[in-house]
């Protein structure tokens, strides 16, 4: 049986009402490069066709009362399409804004847990255009982040789409299989009654990593201190309600200023992140002497050999929002980013999976149980998560529309409510953003800034 990681089951179980932990993508297609037309009906048959080639969209949660380990995943024998597949209109006039909204309004909604865990979104009337008439089409796919991380995440949307209009289908994939319920719970003894075995295992790691930690600071080599962001707008408590904006730059133009100014494409990504965010706040009388911390989840798929969905890692960036100069700020941030990739590439691969691995069910519990009676959103460990993921460097096809825009969005938390999170797709680079109404008024004035941070950048080229 395929059962969930401790981090995968973390992610689970602190999951609630108003922190609804799924990753999401919203997609734009022009229908008129479909063979033949589109319509509706030939679009769920394409998804239906893809399904088999898809176990991560088959599986569901099984658990027993006896069981003192976490869930496993099991197939659904009794999948139906129709109960994930859902067809809405945009309200007039059908713009990004209107799609940002529809969009903010269905990731804010946790998941069915008793189906497996995720939802596609076919929006039409974008622009107010008809599909059937060779229009444009959105589509957004919800998935909840104890499936996929950032990753696989892209990995299911390549299976989902196709690089050439005549592309064959997907080979099918063998899901997880079944388990009944006492099998669950012998297995679930077992690995609770070891998990001290385990945990000698991880000591000595968790050791080390304190001791070369120590030894980065005091030689000014570390990464950026949790807890040492300053406060913002962002570090408060969330309600259930969210908002997204949505951003497109030329991937050429990113290109350019990564090669005038001997950077990364990351740095560049991260330098428009900080001088969003320091015009946004600054315009507001908002902006902290101190520059912000943002944290960077990191995937380490293929680099560990432990079980579970999510295989992340992750370091904490300064953002140098401090600094006022543009280019300054960029060759700064590529510094330090290179000492924060560095220090957690010392770290080791697959220290954030073993530390989750060694919490068990009922220590999550009690674990949540304190976090909900202790102010950490006063304690501004980071400002914001941004997250930068490699896309597909060729046009895609989804049931022969062409994809010509894929905005990633992750999830934020209480005390983190911001999330930036960026996708190289073709030529152009995709932004999106979602966070709390309550705490952020106005997403679509800091979306619009990454081209005007853009724009600065390619002036001093």
């Known amino acids: 049986m395929e059962r969930l990681s401790g981090l995968d089951a973390g992610l689970l179980y602190s999951e609630s009402s108003r922190i609804p932990l799924n990753i999401c993508s919203v997609v734009e297609l022009d229908t008129s490069t479909v063979p033949g037309g589109y319509t509706f009906e030939r679009f769920r048959d394409d998804l239906g066709s893809r399904m088999q080639a898809l176990p991560e969209l088959r599986a569901r ?21 129709a109960r994930h597949l859902k067809r809405i209109g945009l309200p007039a006039p059908g713009g990004r804004k209107e799609l940002a909204d529809l969009c903010a309004h269905i990731g804010s909604v946790p998941l ?21 008439d060779g229009g444009r089409l959105a589509l957004m796919l919800k998935v909840h982040h104890a499936v996929v991380d950032g990753v696989s995440a892209a990995n299911l949307l390549n299976t989902l789409c196709d690089l050439d209009l005549d592309a064959a289908l997907p080979e099918p994939v063998d899901g997880p299989g079944d388990a009944a319920p006492w099998a669950i719970a012998a297995d679930g003894l077992v690995r609770f009654i070891t998990r001290p075995w385990q945990l000698t ?16 600071a005091v030689n000014g080599k570390a990464m950026a201190a949790p807890f040492s962001a300053p406060a913002t707008r962002f570090n408060a408590e969330l309600t259930s309600e969210r908002s997204i904006a949505l951003a497109q730059l030329d991937l050429n133009d990113v290109k350019k200023v990564k090669n005038r100014f001997d950077v990364k494409v990351n740095d560049v990504v991260m330098a428009l992140c900080s001088g969003a965010l320091r015009g946004f706040l600054a315009d507001r009388q908002e902006l902290p002497d101190k520059p912000l911390i943002a944290v960077v989840p990191s995937s380490v798929q293929g680099l560990t050999d432990r079980p579970g969905r999510n295989q992340l890692s992750g370091m904490f ?19 330090s980013g290179t000492c924060a990739k560095e220090h957690n590439g010392s770290l080791g691969p697959a220290l954030l999976v073993d530390l989750a691995a060694m919490i068990s069910r009922g220590m999550f519990g009690w674990m949540l149980g304190l976090m909900s009676r202790t102010p950490l959103t006063r304690a501004h460990i980071h400002n914001v998560i941004i997250s930068n993921v490699a896309g597909p460097s060729d046009t895609l096809y989804s049931c022969g529309a062409e994809v010509t825009a894929l905005f990633p969005l992750g999830p934020i938390f209480h005390g983190s409510g911001l999330n930036v999170t960026v996708m190289s797709m073709g030529g152009t680079l995709n932004v999106g953003l979602i966070s709390c109404p309550q705490l952020v008024d106005d997403l679509w004035g800091l979306a619009e800034r990454f081209e005007a941070v853009l724009g600065e950048l390619l002036s001093r080229c």
């Open 317 to 335: 960036c300064n953002l140098h929002t401090d600094v006022d100069d543009p280019v300054q700020r960029l060759l700064t941030i590529a510094e």
């Open 201 to 216: 295992k991880v000591i000595p790691g968790t050791a080390d990593m304190v001791v070369k930690t120590v030894d980065r």
């Open 112 to 132: 069915d847990r008793s189906k497996p865990l995720w939802e596609m979104w076919v929006m039409e009337g974008v622009g107010g255009t008809v599909p059937e």
């Open 61 to 81: 949660l099984a658990d027993s009362q006896l069981n003192l380990d976490h869930p496993v995943w099991v197939e659904e024998r009794d999948f139906d399409l």
